[in-house]
């Protein structure tokens, strides 16, 4: 288990015997284990920046623990060394060297001389610099004396004072003008619960010292450190944190200043000999940040690893003098720990760094139940867009956040946590039950309660209840219900699946012994029934309220199938006794909304959701033969209309009806065989007006009077994509829309018949020519010159090329430029409404049709590389409905109309395609791509590419990129930033493998 333990240094204050005496080893540097390697990242402060990597270090150790070399990187002044350790036969450290790597000259060299296995000299030389050492012990082999001399004169001698368990209590120095050495520290030593407290009193010119150092004793690291100078109130005080591995290790320390509140920190990254690695380099938020803050005269300072960063104003907080801020800067949420604003401080306070990033969300409770907190602001409950919603159940509280999440959690009995700020733990599932009572539960979803109307429980204790919105049933799933109940306590939350398609959750999703797929029902003693499931679970709560049919049948309506089932024979069956396991037919599949026709008579009645209406309007018509009808009916109550088509002469029983679309003026269009119609307004057939006509073959308009005899018109779109017996239900028109069509429909205003309109015109789908003008009229025999958005030659020839902007169709007239008057001559569609083409003229200009609509917001991108190709190749991108398109055709001067073919999906619209074996070229919404922070790597026969903006990346793939022919576009797939990290390695790798061999 990882453990934060303290330290100060980092170890690099071990006493001087332990550096000089013996070549360092892992145990000196209480390293634990087999190691290979130790990378240090030391991290400084520097100002306005905060901490800095300024050093990195590789030491490297052999098979018996002991230090071999070490490579350092200064990154202050970019300086690069190497320091060597060599060792005897006996394994005593006989030379240190720095080298420089570049080429391995010497840049300080230090030898070691012993005698009976003691260092009695060291000999440092760098340049023209030697420094001598001499080491004398006493009776013990304790180092008592050290004696420096420089370029042979002497500098410097140092005393050392020793108790009985060999610690110094005082050192004296003796520089060479002194004539008597001088006292520069003396020590006292504390022990207690296994540590140790020891203070020195140093001596300088500055004036006298007190160090006061606490020390752990199993751990041999410091755990804090005190300065003092005598006599003055001037103090400094510093602590450690280390972090450890599983191994004991520590793989991170940070020394906290609480004067200036600055931070160092050295992160550590560890290889064991097994080749397990524990440890980083890189500083991850918020593992590895520290917040410190101080306040005085109301003026609050937030820094974070020493630098100072813009916080908001302290929110307070319930039950705790904690108070909460927000960084904006860095997304994060930080924990002023006992923020008290009726005093200065007088040294650093701590900050907690609560979390990072946009999406997180805290709570805390308080009196009202809680508060939260979300994206530097503490939302408000019940706002509709970026507050949230919350339902107390038992003390527990089932919460909604809107705004740019839309995700809940639950914050389980607040009421135990108060004075705590907590991370919320978001979730997609937005559905959850919680135990209110001992006897009551409470569904909720988004934050709100959800009236449960019927629920059903089986004998594993899952349960499955219903919640009806108007015509609409909702089903929730609760597994494990019974047991949760039982054992939870008042307040206990649990999830609850909202089962968009019951039938296939249960049983996947949601698992629930019931057989639904046949029924069977008991008629009880007191005229009442019991509804059951094929296995026997009784399903009377989930089923509608019965109806009898006035054929003497009883039905119900079973939502969780969408079905209607009939009771065969109940009112056969004799009063007063019980008759079990009888027969349920089921008469409808998938639809609540129902007729019932029940007699020869043809009677007909209607239901929704097995209830039957009672104030409707109804009006029907024949389809293609006597006994075929197609029929509205209109519900006044709920001011929605249904449509049905059905034949007297087969069906029998209940039939299907369905919703049809709600407009303002009720009114619906069923069409009829050879193309036919007739309307219904509000349940009700109106009378065949002579000024009913289609519009561009695919609208109908039908022009009416109002109760006022003013006229008014309906327009009903779409009239060739339904069949027979189907419904289109009607735009309303404005005045103005409305005259504009009986102009160009040649419809008399006041809705009179007019002679003109039987008499016979053109033939249609031809055009006349009487000097510069022309007439053209299409498949209908109505002349559209009217709608015509432009027309010319565009290099075809004698023929003249016109595009109906109404009707979408393109249009060539031929042979129009051969000269003379024209009398009904032909005209061919070049582009209809439905296709997807391309019209390129003789000057190479290009026009995109698609659904024979022109679009003129468009991208371009050739393909074609070499202008000497036969064939070009263009990519088109339609900016409006964001869908590229591939078009090809010949490298010369004609005029063609081209297929537009629609390309492969991909994601956001980007694509690639190799122009030789060797390379490709990049596109995204119709654009060549040019970003050159853009990196690729080859996978195999995929292809990765790495986009970087703004300090994120973006991967895409692109699958079989080395199969795919030259030229053809390969679609892109986004992936994660986790997939991305994994397969950009991975082609590195592979890379790397394929250049070594």
């Known amino acids: 288990m990882k453990k934060l333990l303290v330290c100060f240094f980092f170890l690099s204050c071990l006493a001087l015997q ?108 760098q340049g023209p610099n030697t420094v001598v050492k001499s080491y004398t012990y006493d009776k013990k082999d304790r180092l008592i004396q050290v004696e420096v001399q420089q370029n042979g004169t002497l500098s410097l001698t140092e005393y050392y004072v020793l108790n009985e368990g060999g610690l110094r209590t005082k050192i004296s120095r003796k520089l060479a003008a002194d004539t008597e050495a001088k006292v520069s520290s003396i020590f006292t030593y504390e022990e207690k619960d296994g ?57 991170k320390g940070e020394v906290l200043d609480e004067q200036f509140g600055r931070a160092q ?49 302290p929110i307070n907080l319930e039950y705790t003098t904690d108070r909460l801020t927000y960084v904006s800067g860095m997304n994060a949420w930080v924990l002023l720990k006992g923020y008290d604003d009726s005093s200065n401080m007088t040294k650093w306070g701590e900050g907690e760094i609560m979390a990072g990033g946009k999406e997180v969300v805290l709570w805390a ?37 809107r705004g740019n ?39 909720t979803g988004y ?22 919105l108007g015509g609409v049933y909702l089903w929730y799933g609760l597994p494990n219900f019974r047991k949760h109940f039982d054992e939870g306590e008042v307040g206990s939350v649990h999830p609850a699946s909202n089962l968009l398609k019951p039938l296939e959750d249960i049983g996947t999703k ?16 007191d005229r009442r029934y019991s509804l059951r499931s094929k296995n026997g679970v009784k399903i009377t709560a989930i089923a509608s309220q019965s109806a009898r049919t006035p054929d003497d049948e009883l039905i119900a309506y079973f939502p969780l199938t969408n079905q209607y089932l009939r009771m065969e024979n109940y009112y056969k069956l004799e009063d007063g006794k019980e008759w079990e396991n009888q027969k349920v037919t089921i008469t409808l599949d998938s639809s609540a909304y129902a007729y019932y026709i029940y007699n020869e008579g043809q009677s007909i009645v209607f239901y929704s959701h097995g209830q039957r209406f009672s104030r409707f309007s109804f009006n029907s018509h024949k389809l293609n033969k006597q006994t075929a009808y197609g029929a509205v009916l209109y519900d006044s109550t709920s001011n929605v209309s249904y449509g049905m088509s059905y034949d007297t002469s087969v069906d029998k029983g209940l039939g299907s009806m369905r919703k049809l679309p709600v407009n303002s003026k009720r009114a619906y269009l069923l069409k009829l065989e050879g193309n036919r119609w007739v309307v219904f307004q509000g349940g009700q057939k109106l009378s065949d007006y002579t000024f009913s006509k289609s519009r561009n073959s695919n609208e109908v308009v039908h022009f009416y009077k109002d109760p006022k005899g003013r006229v008014g018109a309906f327009l009903f779109s779409g009239f060739d994509e339904i069949k027979p017996g189907g419904f289109i239900y009607a735009s309303d028109l404005q005045d103005s829309e409305m005259k504009k069509l009986l102009i160009e429909l040649r419809v008399d205003p006041a ?66 430029y051969k000269g003379g008057d024209v009398v009904e001559k032909g005209i061919e569609i070049l582009i209809g409404p439905s296709e997807a083409k391309a019209l390129k003229t003789q000057k190479n200009n290009i026009f995109l049709f698609v659904k024979g609509e022109y679009q003129g917001d468009v991208s371009r991108v050739f393909m074609t590389q070499n202008a000497e190709d036969e064939t070009w190749k263009e990519v088109f991108f339609d900016k409006s409905a964001e869908q590229s398109y591939l078009i090809s055709y010949p490298a010369d001067s004609s005029s063609y109309v081209l297929k537009a073919e629609p390309t492969p999906v991909s994601d956001d619209h980007t694509y690639i395609f190799r122009t030789n074996e060797e390379n490709f070229i990049g596109i995204a919404r119709g654009a060549l791509i040019k970003n050159k922070s853009i990196r690729s790597r080859v996978l195999g026969d995929d292809l990765i590419r790495m986009v970087e903006e703004k300090g994120t990346k973006k991967g895409y793939l692109f699958k079989g990129y080395k199969k795919a022919p030259m030229m053809e576009l390969i679609g892109a797939e986004i992936i994660s930033s986790s997939q991305l990290t994994a397969l950009w390695t991975k082609a590195g790798e592979a890379l790397k493998k394929s250049e070594g061999n």
């Open 265 to 313: 920190m050295v992160l550590r990254k560890i290889t064991y000999a097994d080749g397990t690695v524990t440890g980083r380099g890189e500083m991850l938020f918020p593992d590895d940040y520290r917040a410190q803050y101080i306040r005085k005269y109301n003026q609050q300072q937030l820094a974070v690893n020493g630098k100072v960063e813009y916080a908001s104003s």
């Open 365 to 401: 409770a308080s009196s009202g139940g809680i508060d939260v907190f979300h994206n530097g602001k503490e939302l408000l409950r019940g706002t509709s867009q970026s507050g949230y919603s919350a339902h107390e159940v038992g003390g527990s509280f089932m919460a909604y956040v």
């Open 18 to 125: 332990a550096q000089v005496l013996e070549v360092p080893t892992l145990q000196t540097k209480g390293i634990e284990g087999k190691i290979k390697t130790v990378e240090w990242y030391q991290y400084g402060f520097v100002a306005e920046k905060g901490l800095v990597l300024n050093k990195k270090d590789l030491e490297t150790y052999d098979d018996q623990g002991r230090l071999v070399s070490t490579a350092t990187q200064n990154l202050k002044n970019n300086q690069l060394y190497k320091t060597v350790y060599q060792l005897s036969k006996k394994g005593l450290l006989e030379q240190i060297q720095i080298v420089n790597p570049n080429n391995n000259l010497a840049l300080q060299t230090t030898s070691y001389v012993y005698k009976k296995g003691l260092l009695i000299k060291t000999t440092q030389v």
């Open 447 to 468: 934050g709100k309660s959800v009236n449960l109307q019927d629920q059903l429980e089986d004998e594993n204790g899952n349960k499955l209840a219903m919640q009806k």
């Open 405 to 443: 999440l839309h995700q809940s959690f639950v914050a389980e009995l607040p009421a135990k946590h108060a004075g705590k700020v907590i991370k919320a733990e978001l979730s997609n599932i937005d559905y959850y039950w919680g135990k209110a009572s001992d006897t009551t539960y409470v569904v």
């Open 751 to 816: 809705l009179k018949k007019s002679e003109a309109d039987d008499a016979p015109g053109r033939k249609a789908s031809t055009y006349d020519k009487e000097g510069e003008l022309f007439y053209l009229r299409d498949a209908s025999g109505n002349y559209i010159q009217s709608d015509l958005a432009w027309f010319g030659n565009y290099g075809f020839g004698d023929h003249l090329i016109a595009y109906d902007s109404v009707a979408r169709i393109t249009y060539r007239l031929n042979d129009y």
């Open 195 to 251: 540590k140790r407290t020891s203070i020195e009193h140093r001596f300088t010119e500055q004036g006298e010292f007190k160090i006061s150092k606490l020390t752990d004793l199993e751990t041999r690291r410091d755990l804090s450190e005190t300065t003092q100078k005598v006599g003055t109130n001037q103090q400094g005080i510093n602590r450690q944190l280390f972090l450890d591995d599983e191994q004991g290790n520590w793989i």
């Open 510 to 525: 949601f698992p629930f012994e019931a057989d639904f797929s046949g029924f069977y029902y008991n008629k009880l003693k």
